[in-house]
């Protein structure tokens, strides 16, 4: 039966699960609705043989665990699921280690600045002036996004205030990483070290933007990361129940086919078994490549909208290979959490060579019994290895006769440089392993080309630029999008927070909207 609601949600991924929650908090009739038969999207977990492995999630910040300062933190207290859900607090932040530069480096690093700066001292005597001054640009860099965000309206005083209170992010706002490395004359060793997280934005430090990247490496590094003792699935589980005991309506195994767009207006979807729901708004999780040239006509559309979607490129291809080892972690010597290896410490080779598929670039691996010791039945234990390519070639010559082939081919290389690089053996106690290539995350999360990272977030489509144009030209009116393409680009928190501020910024149109009846 057809029914009205306030608001639809589309996709029940991690910033669609936050924006229906808030929406239905603030006593909206809301529905979420996801072709899927369970929530989270990449925030998720599934079994092979008895082994869960978590999907995608390394480690999770803005939940302060070290500083009580976490923007996560406070959406997850404001829609009511922080009681849900239990935080595992990591020690470690990363063990970053280079294969093929004339001087490989091997630094194991602890989360929190003091440890953090202690052991950087350890490694490069000398480091800590610098390491002190980075983290001093960090902070400022952090308040002044807190600033910008708290923002209620913009004139000639605001821009008084942070000109007089936050130069320095006015000063780097336009910068890459490299360009504010160079301009300190931060030595070599501690550029490796403040740079090893990059691959998690997917973009080499000639072209990440300094404010985009510091932030990210101040809530990590300075407040804390986090993994949640249930997976990322258990987030996702404990937000649907939190919106369905808020009165929100979910449906699953239901796909969207269409957009209904009447006089610039979204109001309403139609199903895939042919349903029309009628909605006042529409929030989307689904991204705005998939809504634009999948599910809204053409012709509705301002020219606009699609000028703004042909300016972005989708950023990097995820791979990843999951292992369910026979022995535990301990057996084995694998000693910390987090892994990156890469194919050297200079980011732009790395991020050239992350075009093919000849050798390994580059990898994020996880330990996972590191940060929660009983993730996998006693004797054993998990590591997942994820890779980024970037480019349209990497996978291009790939057919359905040699697929199986060549995505095998290629976790054999990942495999082998892990264990290069760590003199622990794998192979020996493989008792379970699953691949995921992009073709996997194209079909399972309808991922343009198979991109784990959303729109690209170098030159022009950096963050900053992002957050000084979302309010833009002519767009699709009561449509908003949440997620990992929208302002605040990919990542779980980042995510999670698109979906509540997708949602108050739809709450805030609706009351303007009664208030002018």
Same mark, same amino acid.
């Given at each position: ?26 006593? !909206? ?23 869960? $492995? ?17 923007? +996560? ?10 009681? #849900?859900?239990?935080?595992? %607090? ?66 000639? *005083?605001?821009?008084? *205030? ?6 320095? $992010? ?10 504010? $490395? ?10 490796? /070290? ?34 949640? !003792? ?8 404990? +937000? ?16 969207? #086919? ?12 139609? +199903? *895939? ?10 929030? @989307? ?13 053409? #012709? ?27 022995? %535990? ?10 892994? $990156? ?20 670039? +580059? ?12 993730? @996998? ?37 990942? /495999? *082998? ?72 680009? /990919?990542?779980?928190?980042? %995510? ?11 709450? #805030? ?9």
């Amino acid at each position: 039966m057809d029914k009205k609601f306030d608001a639809i949600v589309i996709g029940a991924g991690n910033g669609g699960l936050t924006a229906a929650t808030r929406m239905a908090l603030a006593g !909206k009739k809301t529905l979420l609705v996801e072709k899927h038969n369970l929530p989270g999207g990449f925030a998720t977990s599934f079994v092979r043989g008895r082994f869960e $492995f978590e999907a995608s999630l390394h480690e999770l910040c803005g939940i302060g665990p070290i500083t009580g300062r976490g923007a +996560l933190k406070d959406s997850f207290d404001l829609l009511g699921v922080s009681d #849900k859900i239990e935080w595992v %607090s990591l020690d470690e932040a990363f063990r970053v280690i280079t294969l093929n530069d004339e001087e490989n480096i091997d630094y194991a690093m602890p989360i929190g600045k003091e440890k953090f700066i202690a052991k950087a001292e350890e490694y490069c005597p000398g480091a800590r002036e610098s390491c002190e001054l980075l983290f001093s640009f960090a902070q400022q860099i952090s308040d002044g996004v807190d600033f910008i965000s708290a923002l209620k309206s913009f004139g000639f *005083d605001t821009i008084k *205030d942070v000109y007089n209170e936050h130069m320095n $992010f006015i000063n780097v706002a336009g910068y890459t990483v490299n360009q504010v $490395f160079e301009a300190l004359d931060i030595p070599k060793p501690v550029r490796d /070290i403040f740079g090893a997280y990059w691959c998690y934005l997917g973009v080499n430090l000639d072209e990440l933007n300094f404010v985009h990247y510091f932030t990210m490496l101040q809530s990590y590094l300075v407040d804390g990361a986090v993994i949640p !003792k249930n997976r990322s699935h258990g987030i996702s589980c404990a +937000l649907l129940e939190r919106f369905e005991e808020l009165g929100g309506e979910a449906w699953f195994n239901s796909m969207v #086919k269409k957009i209904i767009v009447k006089d610039g207006k979204a109001c309403g979807v139609v +199903l *895939d078994d042919g349903t029309t729901v009628e909605a006042d708004y529409i929030i @989307s999780d689904v991204s705005p490549y998939n809504v634009l040239t999948k599910l809204i006509d053409k #012709k509705d559309i301002p020219d606009f909208q699609i000028q703004d979607l042909n300016a972005k490129k989708l950023a990097v291809k995820g791979y990843a290979v999951f292992l369910g080892l026979n022995r %535990s972690m301990e057996e084995l010597g694998l000693k910390n959490h987090t892994y $990156f290896i890469y194919d050297s410490a200079d980011t732009v080779k790395v991020a050239e060579g992350s075009k093919k598929r000849d050798k390994c670039a +580059l990898q994020a691996s996880v330990c996972l019994n590191a940060g929660i010791p009983d993730c @996998s039945p006693e004797g054993t234990s998990i590591l997942y290895m994820t890779s980024v390519f970037t480019g349209e070639e990497a996978w291009g010559d790939v057919t359905p006769s040699n697929y199986v082939k060549e995505k095998r081919r290629y976790a054999e290389i990942m /495999i *082998d440089d892990f264990e290069k690089a760590t003199g622990v053996n794998l192979r020996d106690h493989i008792e379970e392993i699953e691949i995921a290539a992009p073709m996997t995350y194209a079909r399972y999360t309808d991922a343009p080309n198979g991109t784990i990272y959303g729109f690209d977030a170098s030159g022009t489509n950096t963050i900053v630029h992002r957050l000084m144009t979302m309010g833009m030209g002519e767009k699709v009116q009561n449509l908003a999008f949440c997620g990992g393409y929208t302002q605040q680009c /990919i990542g779980f928190s980042p %995510s999670y927070q698109t979906g509540v501020m997708a949602a108050e910024q739809t709450l #805030k149109k609706m009351d303007k909207e009664a208030a002018e009846k």
